[in-house]
């Protein structure tokens, strides 16, 4: 099986917002990722934890997916997700699985 390459931030919003998808690929992803306190497994699941909790199943999936890419397998994901039930509320968790069974069906 093999990994989509997915869009980067210049490609999905360079066009309406050039500012913001630069900093998101020059900080975020650039500096702030590569940064040697946390491990991008580590990073990858604090940031599905925190994508759960917010409600923000439009950013989920591509978080999913490089989770994935980081050494997170899917198991991993699905309990994070259930582990975030008691903590982020049913409703939030039960969107992220919507999110991560259309991804890990389409893959």
Known sequence: MTEKTQ??????????APSLAGY????????AWKSPELAPRDRSLVTVASLITSGSSEQLAYHLGLARQNGV???????TITHMAFYAGWPKAMSALTVARE?????
Do not use: K, M
């Open 7 to 16: 869009p980067g931030p210049r490609e999905l919003f360079g066009d309406i």
């Open 24 to 31: 998101s690929e020059d900080v975020l992803f650039g500096q």
């Open 73 to 79: 397998t899917e198991a991993e994901l699905i309990e």
């Open 103 to 107: 991804l890990f069906r389409v893959t």
